[in-house]
């Protein structure tokens, strides 16, 4: 039987158009509460794989895009309870979802439950960028009796060793953070073209890049060098001057 | 557990952790720097060059020792034998200084050029501004707009200091604020960037840095009191919001069973979440700015808005070792409201002729606690901070501010 982790792997390597795969970031009940499964149901036709924000009253990791639209979702009332709820009566999606959390809303809900309701709702695995390799055993290991993928993400300053080992333990794919630096920040495309040749050699999974990946020309440009991209800040930012989400990640990929 | 595996070194463990508590939950791109800063912080305590520097500085720069002082008047006052550790006497006027200066000296000897804090009542941010003007280091303050108005002093200080000033809006825009912002600029640059963070909190190893830095407080008061009344106190206080002045004067006392610990949180205005900044007291456990301790948040774990009249204490977290050490009972944590600290600082005024800190005023307020179920006893209290920053809100608080 497929795992989750693994149909994650598969949909990530044939991407539906193109050459790469594009997995749009969302924060959950961002714009709105109420029309949010109908965005995710349109975006889900365009991407290969779809990452859902939680939104986080402290989102360290995050530029100002990213803090703007939790501070909404979360004045919206959104909270790990109500994504699995709305996962669970949106019915099926086009693409895999994999939810982006920090760890204390996790944490306050439950890492047994979570594994097992998130599963239950069709969640694909889990990204937490504060939850370092050394301290996610007990998480690690629900993920893998659930057959969910934990997805590491490894940076342009992570040592050799230590990148082989990430890659080696990362489930679904291995997120390759593009910059040093937060979400939403430019991109140098030579330097981050050499940096995901690195990540490559060494991991066995799909690597996804991501931070600062804006538009088309972004995209084209790192084909070749990850076999996909993820698109944040850029989208919510689309989303926030009132655009069709569905449309903007259709445009990421030249038909 | 005994006494001495705490005084010991057993804590923190080679993970960070402090029991369960502490750790280190970071950005991938912060784990190699953490790495990086713990190997080079335990090689240079290790190192009696760079101890010799740093004692020398302590005496010539910074004014160490400080002085302890018998509170006659207010002791008499409160029935009990009352001492102060005066580390409002320190250089820039509070015992953070003790921490810049240390963690600045780190800095520099680990290569770094240019150093980013946070700072709340600003007192840190005056401390290591002026330590990296002492050292030559270029240094950046992220401070919230909250706080900047209300400890504005602070603020003009660090900027005659040579300081740049980069004032917080998102969020909290207070202490909470000015961490995360400081953690994205470190995240951006964490190769030469040197983060010089203030408080007994934050990933492994900032709490045990940040305690080594500061335990020369507890070490010093103990000797001293030792000296003059011939005994060791029954209880020795300290305010507490990230918890470094008061892990400072702890922990060489953890070993001394007799003597009590106490440490006293932010009240605020009232009970209610949002209403003040109790968080031993009143909060659960969860993870913020990189280590698993007590917190405030609610039942989804969004950490949640704090209140104290204090801008020190203003803070929805505390260090991993205050987590341990009420765990194990070793110390014990209460609060105090904004009220009863205001009403601490003018008898300390009126008695004593010191005009403490709105922050200390939490720990003297916790001794007129103590001294009300323990008369007659000796008392320790760290005097963590000088109050001539808090002129302002001292007189918006009340019209007569000298019959506070």
Known sequence: MKTPSSLLEHAIRSPKRGNVAIMPYLTAGYPNKEDFCELLQAVSVEADAIELGVP????????ATIQGSSEVALANGVS???????????????????????LNPLLAYGLRNLVRDAADV??????????????????????????????????PVTSSDRLRRLCHRSGGFVYAVTVTGTTGGKLDIGQVSAYLDRVRKVSSKPVCAGFGIAERSDVQALEGHAEGVIVGSALIRALGRGEDGALFVRALVQD | MTWDSLMGGAFPDARGRYGVWGGRYVPETLVGALERLNVGAREALADTGF????????????????????????GAHW?????????????????????????ALLAKRMGAKRVVAETGAGQHGVAT????????LECTVYMGAVDIKRQSANVRRMRLLGAKIVSVTSGSATLRAAINEAMRDWVSDPETTFYLLGSAVGPHPYPWLVREFQSVIGREARRQINERADCLPDVAIACVGGGSNAIGLFHPFIRDASVKLWGIEAGGRGDALGDHSATITQGSAGVLHGSFSVML???????????????????????PEHALLNELGRARYRSVTDAQAMEALGELCRLEGILPAIESSHALAGAKLWAEENPG???????SGRGDKDLDIIEGYSATPEAI
């Open chain 2, 377 to 383: 006893t000796t008392v320790l209290v760290n005097l």
């Open chain 2, 297 to 319: 948040q609610n039942d989804d774990g969004q950490v949640q808005e704090t209140h104290s009249i204090s801008a020190g204490l203003d803070y929805p977290g505390v260090g």
């Open chain 1, 56 to 63: 986080f009253s402290d989102p360290m990791a995050d530029g």
């Open chain 1, 80 to 102: 790990v309870r109500w994504i699995l709820g709305m996962l669970a009566s949106c019915g099926p999606l086009q693409a895999p979802v994999v939810l982006m959390s920090y």
């Open chain 1, 122 to 155: 069709g969640v694909h695995g889990f990204i937490i960028p504060d939850l370092p390799d050394e301290e996610g055993e007990q998480l690690d290991q629900l993920c893998e009796d659930a057959g969910l993928a934990r997805i590491q993400l490894v940076t």
């Open chain 2, 51 to 74: 101890i010799d520097d740093l004692s020398r500085e302590l005496h010539d720069w910074v004014g160490r020792p400080t002085p302890l002082t018998r509170c006659k008047r207010l």
């Open chain 2, 129 to 136: 501004a002026a330590a990296c003007a002492h050292l030559g």
């Open chain 2, 79 to 103: 029935g009990i034998d009352l001492w102060l550790k005066r580390e409002d006497l320190a250089h820039t006027g509070a015992h953070k200084i003790n921490n810049a200066l240390g963690q």
